[in-house]
C-alpha cells in the first residue's frame, strides 16, 4: 500500500477526541503534513426502496450527528492553528470506525486517537475499537491523554531485537524534528529484581548486564549515523519494561513503543508491553507496527 504523508485523527465529539485534534493539529504544522479528520457511522444512508416498508425516519440524514462532529472538530484545528497555515480535508464513513481506520487508503503516516470517547472511535480506554486499531493498523497509532512534558525528551523501548528497529526509527525521527532528546529503554529481565541473579560485581548478573548494554548500543549504532544531531541516553535494567517505561516517561513529551516485542505468543497481535504502556503512561503514546 502506497503511504501517504497525512495524519489523520479520529474524532467523535468527545473531551479525550478533541485533545486528540489538538495535539494532532500541532503536529501536522509541526511536520508541514496535511491533516484529516475521520468520524464514522454505523448508519447507511437511506434511499427510496426504504418507502416500500415505510421505515420511519428512513430519509431524514442519518449523519446529522456525525456532520456536526467535523464541523466542531474543523473548528477546533483552525482555533489550534492560529496564524499558521495546515492542510486540512475531512472524511465520513459508514461501517465499524475500528475497520475504517484499520483500512485507511492511501496509509496515513499517523492515526491520531483520543483515550477515551463516546462513541466509535474512541469509546473508552483502549477499547474494542481501540485495541483492533493498535493491533491492526500498518502505521503509527497516536494515543493521547495529554500533551506531555513540552520539552522532554523523547522515551522509546527497546527490545534489542529486529522487531524494535521501527520504533526506534520513529523515535529518533521525532526526536531530531523536535530537538529533543533521546531516551532508549531496554530492561533485560521480566523477572523481579535479584529473583534469579545477584548483583555482585564479578557475577552472573554483571556478565549479562554488559551484554545487555552491548546490545543495545549496537541496536541504535545505524540511527546514531543517520540523526548525529540527536543525543541519546541509554537505560539498561534488570526490570520490568513496563515499569521502566513508566518511570521514564514521568518527564517525556512521548513514549514510543512497538506493536509486539520479543517473547510471548506470535498470533498476539498487540504485545502486552504496548498495551500495559498505553494504559499506564499518561503522556502521548506512539505505538509503531513490528515488522514480522
Known amino acids: 500500500m502506497v503511504a501517504s504523508s497525512r495524519i489523520v485523527v479520529g474524532v ?8 486528540a485534534v489538538r495535539w494532532a493539529t500541532r503536529e501536522a504544522i509541526r511536520r508541514g503534513a496535511p491533516l484529516e479528520l475521520a468520524t464514522s457511522t454505523l448508519f447507511e444512508p437511506g434511499n427510496y426502496s426504504d418507502a416500500i416498508g415505510l421505515r420511519i425516519g428512513a430519509f431524514t440524514d442519518p449523519d446529522v450527528d456525525a456532520k456536526r462532529v467535523l464541523t466542531e472538530a474543523v473548528d477546533l484545528v483552525h482555533e489550534t492553528a492560529g496564524v499558521h497555515r495546515i492542510s486540512l ?15 485507511l487508503s492511501p496509509l496515513p503516516a499517523m492515526i491520531v486517537l483520543g483515550s477515551r470517547g463516546l462513541g466509535e472511535f474512541t469509546g473508552g480506554l483502549m477499547g474494542s475499537v481501540g485495541s483492533a486499531v493498535l493491533a491492526h493498523a500498518k502505521c503509527p497509532v497516536a494515543v493521547i491523554k495529554n500533551g506531555g512534558v ?22 529518533m525521527r521525532e526526536a531530531s524534528l523536535r530537538g529533543a532528546d ?10 523481579e529484581l ?8 564479578d ?21 546514531s549515523v543517520d540523526y548525529p544531531d540527536v543525543v541519546i541516553r541509554r537505560v539498561v535494567v534488570q526490570d520490568r519494561p513496563v ?21 510471548g505468543f506470535a498470533s498476539l497481535l498487540l504485545g502486552s508491553t504496548a498495551r500495559a504502556v498505553v494504559h499506564s503512561v499518561d503522556v502521548p503514546v506512539v ?6
Open 89 to 103: 480535508d475531512t472524511s465520513l464513513h459508514h461501517g465499524s470506525a475500528a475497520d475504517v481506520l484499520s483500512h
Open 243 to 263: 515499569r521502566e517505561l513508566l518511570h521514564a516517561s514521568e518527564m517525556a513529551q512521548m513514549v514510543v513503543v512497538g506493536s509486539r516485542g520479543r517473547g
Open 12 to 19: 467523535d465529539g468527545s473531551a479525550s477526541a478533541r485533545d
Open 194 to 201: 535479584g529473583s534469579v541473579l545477584t548483583r555482585d560485581d
Open 203 to 223: 557475577g552472573p548478573w554483571a556478565n549479562s548486564d554488559f551484554a545487555e548494554r552491548t546490545s543495545l548500543a549496537e541496536s541504535l549504532a545505524g540511527w
Open 287 to 292: 505505538v509503531v507496527p513490528t515488522e514480522r
Open 182 to 191: 533521546l531516551v532508549a529503554v531496554h530492561a533485560w529481565s521480566d523477572l
Open 150 to 171: 513540552a520539552d522532554g525528551p523523547i522515551v522509546v523501548g527497546v527490545d534489542c531485537t529486529a522487531g524494535s528497529q521501527p520504533a526506534i526509527g520513529f523515535a
